[in-house]
């Protein structure tokens, strides 16, 4: 089955900085790749997501990049603000599976 | 639009007791459904998932059990909880195999 490994487990970064997570899969059928955050106590909720026929996406100061050929995909957040700070997760899909990363403590400092 | 609805929101139950968690979906049919189990601090671990009723597909051996008695209900179940049963159950939906997953508000459980 699919492997998402996440990196890193915790980041911190000053407000206004960018914060960069990364994602590596093992299954070249993978095929979707969305990216969650989830506050403390609540469910994770979509922030952005990325096909495999897209090499980039970009919404507003979050984008998703994805490097097929190297399997690997990674969540960019730039002018980071505190209320960015969050855990976040990426996931791969497999059929009719998502394969969930460990997660990212994000903090930002203001 | 679509909701997703889990209950309860918290429960604290002695090991050996049974259980039941329920989670329903609004506004759409068909979904695919999903249970995963998040434990503190760590990534989600998914437990079952489901393409229709009365059909599902087990990812880890456990004491767990679920079922799909209608289009848009998911049940988890326990005959007898341990205490590694202890965590945040979140129920998710997706429509069809290549959407995004939405995620319920959870279920906090904690045994004793």
């Known amino acids: 089955g699919e492997n998402v490994e996440q990196h890193p487990s915790t980041l911190s970064v000053q407000e206004g900085d960018s914060a960069v997570i990364k994602c590596t899969y093992s299954?070249?059928?993978?095929?979707?790749f969305p990216w969650y955050k989830q506050e403390l106590g609540k469910r994770p909720q979509l922030i952005i997501d990325?096909?495999?026929?897209?090499g980039e996406k970009k919404d507003q100061r979050i984008a998703v990049t994805l490097n097929k050929t190297a399997k690997h995909f990674s969540l960019h957040i730039t002018e980071t603000q505190p209320e960015d700070s969050a855990v976040y997760f990426c996931?791969?899909?497999?059929?009719?599976?998502?394969?969930f990363g460990t997660g990212t403590s994000l903090t930002v400092i203001p | 639009s679509q909701t997703i609805h889990q209950w309860p929101a918290t429960l604290v139950q002695p090991v050996g007791s049974p259980l039941s968690l329920e989670c329903t979906v609004e506004g759409t049919s068909n979904p695919n459904l999903y249970w995963y189990r998040q434990a503190a601090g760590r990534g989600l671990q998914l437990l079952f998932y489901s393409v229709g009723i009365g059909q599902i597909s087990s990812e880890v051996p456990q004491n767990l059990s679920a079922s799909r008695p209608q289009d848009r209900q998911f049940i988890l179940s326990s005959k007898k909880l341990l205490l590694s049963d202890s965590g945040f159950y979140l129920c998710?939906?997706?429509?069809?195999?290549?959407?995004?997953?939405?995620f319920g508000p959870g279920t906090r459980l904690l045994v004793l």
């Open positions: 998710a939906w997706g429509q069809g195999l290549r959407e995004t997953q939405y």
């Open positions: 299954d070249s059928a993978s095929n979707y």
């Open positions: 996931a791969g899909l497999t059929g009719n599976q998502f394969y």
């Open positions: 990325i096909r495999s026929n897209v």
